[in-house]
């Protein structure tokens, strides 16, 4: 006979019940779901970080006499802004579905986070503006990708031309020291006609001109296949109402024929029910 207290086995089995119920209890999956909503709930507030961004970025750089308590000021909003990047790129790297592919897509986004040197790249968060503008636009696909070049160029030079001023500005033997110079230098390098009259000199500039260059052979492509398929389309449609209207010819000849040919037939059954001219027949003799 069973000396235990009464009761206590099953109350000791209801709590060890309870706790493999609570251990047992999945996570929530990760699923595209609740990655999109992330996303659809973070892309505004992160536009208007980049924005903010931008102008704790330039103020120090287009006016170097400002005071040090407001340069302290946009470093804190600068560092307040990545870390609201990385905290974004990290919450998005957790609700992924497959998080390796995730890191393969967005490789930009991490090295935005990780290397300080292209933190002026969170100007790309303006793009979420231009895919917002799209949702709400009947625009082709031509129209689409324009727009984005056109934006991705602005903030390409905008943001080579901070970035290079910021650098060079305060070296004795840069000749890159106003922004209009630096405006002039990003417009050149990413056209890549680059005059020379002015160049980079600290080893920062040069990694801003590298990237520069790239992005703007990379633009010259997308403009150059953007303007040959439209020539292509061009002379596509011209084609095509040239088969039309030739099509259209030879329905009309068919009709003609047709026509024609009803008319002849009709001719030829009136001949046809006409009465015709009697033989006469031969007298028999008997």
């Given at each position: 006979m069973d000396g235990g207290t009464p009761g206590f086995g099953v109350g000791r089995s209801l709590w060890s019940n309870r706790g493999v119920e609570q251990h047992s209890t999945p996570h929530p999956p990760r699923t595209p779901d609740r990655l999109d909503r992330w996303r659809s709930v973070?892309?505004?507030?992160?536009?208007?970080?980049?924005?903010?961004?931008?102008?704790?970025?330039?103020?120090?750089?287009?006016?170097?006499d400002i005071p040090s308590y407001w340069r302290d000021l946009c470093q804190v909003v600068i560092t307040?802004?990545?870390?609201?990047?990385?905290?974004?790129?990290?919450?998005?790297?957790?609700?992924?579905?497959?998080?390796?592919?995730?890191?393969?897509?967005?490789?930009?986004?991490?090295?935005?986070?990780?290397?300080?040197?292209?933190?002026?790249?969170?100007?790309?968060?303006?793009?979420?503006?231009?895919?917002?503008?799209?949702?709400?636009?009947?625009?082709?696909?031509?129209?689409?990708?324009?727009l984005y070049t056109a934006v991705i160029t602005s903030v390409m030079l905008l943001m080579a031309s901070l970035s290079i001023l910021r650098v060079e500005q305060h070296v004795p033997e840069a000749n890159i020291t106003t922004f209009p110079d630096a405006f002039w230098w990003s417009?050149?390098?990413?056209?890549?006609?680059?005059?020379?009259?002015?160049?980079p000199v600290t080893g920062s500039g040069r990694v801003i001109a590298a990237c520069l260059f790239v992005g703007g052979i990379g633009?010259?492509?997308?403009?150059?296949?953007?303007?040959?398929?439209?020539?292509?389309?061009?002379?596509?449609?011209?084609?095509?109402?040239?088969?039309?209207?030739a099509e259209e010819e030879l329905r009309e000849q068919l009709r003609e024929l047709t026509e024609q040919v009803r008319a002849l037939r009709s001719e030829?059954?009136?001949?046809v029910r006409s009465p015709e001219t009697e033989v006469p027949r031969p007298v028999s003799e008997g």
């Open positions: 973070t892309e505004l507030p992160l536009v208007a970080a980049a924005l903010v961004f931008v102008g704790a970025y330039a103020w120090p750089v287009l006016d170097p307040a802004v990545w870390v609201a990047f990385a905290a974004d790129y990290a919450t998005r790297l957790y609700l992924s579905p497959d998080r390796w592919a995730f890191v393969r897509k967005n490789v930009l986004d991490l090295l935005i986070v990780v290397l300080p040197v292209l933190r002026p790249l969170h100007l790309v968060r303006l793009l979420t503006v231009v895919s917002l503008l799209h949702r709400h636009m009947t625009v082709s696909l031509r129209g689409h990708v324009l417009l050149v390098t990413v056209s890549t006609v680059g005059y020379g009259d002015l160049y633009l010259l492509g997308v403009i150059t296949g953007t303007l040959s398929s439209w020539l292509v389309q061009r002379v596509e449609e011209k084609d095509e109402s040239r088969e039309r209207a030829l059954d009136g001949s």
